[in-house]
């Protein structure tokens, strides 16, 4: 039986760069993400710490939505990838490069800073961490870059995630922080398609409601 359509509405929207129009700038012509005038909206005063980690915060952008659309009071984001690193969500690798992020430690940090309790789900289809989204709970789900332009191929699976905010019994509506418009906000596609990008895990965030 088909699972019945639930959607969370009015979700904010918030892109890994300072502002949406700006992403096709930055993925597409490779250009500096501070040539939006706005790139201090998250937080960051250093221009370089900036570049360094916009690219690599897709999943605090995903918190940074649920947050707001639960009006869990938090700071900006650049303050949560301080608090994310002194959590070991975010490891940062003797080659310059980072490892993140990190599932269990970012789980943790979730329901003790937030109160949000999150189920890992390291091996699961995506129908069914779909159909767990409930009007308590959103999901987050890993899928590769590519999914920008879903009519394309791709090439790999995971290494990207984004923000599940409904669903029906043929697909999810989802939050891109990369994406690029028309594939950027409350984007629906159907299972079949996301099938192609998607890594085989994700997580639940479940508001705790005291």
Known sequence: MKQPTLRHTNVPYHTQWGSPEWVR???EQQGDPCDDPHWRR???ADPERYRFWASRLCGLTCLESVLDYWRIEHAPRAVLLDEALRHGVYRLRDDGGVDGLIYRPFADW???AFGIQVEVLPEAPLEE???RIDGDTLAIASVSPEIRYPEQPNQRRGGHLILLHGRD???VW?????GIAPHQADVYLPFATMARFYAGRGMTLTRIVR
């Open 25 to 27: 700038h930055v993925v």
């Open 42 to 44: 998250s937080g960051f």
């Open 110 to 112: 979730l329901g003790e």
């Open 129 to 131: 961490i779909a159909v």
């Open 169 to 171: 019994g043929d697909g």
């Open 174 to 178: 989802f939050h891109n922080p990369s």
